[in-house]
Structures are given as C-alpha cells and as structure tokens.
Nanobody
Framework: QVQLVESGGGLVQAGGSLRLSCAAS????????AGWFRQAPGKEREFVAA????????YYADFVKGRFTISRDNAKNTVYLQMNSLKPEDTAVYYC????????????????????WGQGTQVTVSS
C-alpha cells in the first residue's frame, strides 16, 4: 500500500505560480510511476502530467506544456508539480496518483492506470 498526501494548493492570481507536492509513504516510492490529474467542477478528472519511477521520462497534457513541470525526489518520497503562468481555467482540485513499476502499462494518461490516489488539493486561479 502507498499513501499519498498532496499539499501546496491555494489561491493565486492569473499569471502566478504554485508548486504542488505529493508525499508518499508506505512503500519505496522510487519503484512507482506517478501522475497528476485535475478535476474542475462539473468536469471529469483529466490527466495533467506523469513521471516514471526514475524521473527520466515525463509526460504532459498539451494544455500545460511549457507551463507546468513534474519532478520527483525519491530520497524524499515526493513528487512535485511546478505550475507557472497559471490561468483561470487551471482552477481545479489536483490529485496525485501512483502505480507500481510492476503494474505500469505505459498508459500514463489514463486514470485507470493508477492504483493509488491522494485526497486532492484545491487550486484556484483568479482573473
């Protein structure tokens, strides 16, 4: 079992920045791929970014490319999402997710690919 706890959300003006953190406990996080998803009111949860266990490969949704950066520090069992140039449409609850290397099928963009989820952190971008 892996427990995930997100933090770092908040209220920011358009054009501002936030850094989300996802702290993992319970297992050796360095053998897990991790992803960030978000869900706005009335919308489905959507893929934002993902990173493989070593951090050597990262993936992004088109709408965050060039603005968001996913990274990880396996020594701290933590995954980060640096969000720059935030827009009002980035307003959502952001969720961290993880899947073990043994169960990872490469479909990093799919919610069904992940076995573990955090409780989410609210990001609100004002115009």
């Amino acid at each position: 079992q892996v427990q995930l706890v997100e933090s770092g959300g908040g209220l920011v003006q358009a054009g501002g920045s936030l850094r989300l953190s996802c702290a993992a406990s319970g297992r050796t996080f360095s053998s897990y791929a991790a992803g960030w998803f978000r869900q706005a009111p009335g919308k489905e949860r959507e893929f934002v970014a993902a990173i493989r266990w070593s951090g050597g490969s990262t993936y992004y949704a088109d709408f965050v490319k060039g603005r968001f950066t996913i990274s990880r520090d396996n020594a701290k069992n933590t995954v980060y999402l640096q969000m720059n140039s935030l827009k009002p449409e980035d307003t959502a609850v952001y969720y961290c997710a993880a899947v073990s290397r043994g169960r990872y099928m490469g479909t990093y963009y799919s919610r069904q690919a992940y076995d573990y989820w955090g409780q989410g952190t609210q990001v609100t971008v004002s115009s």
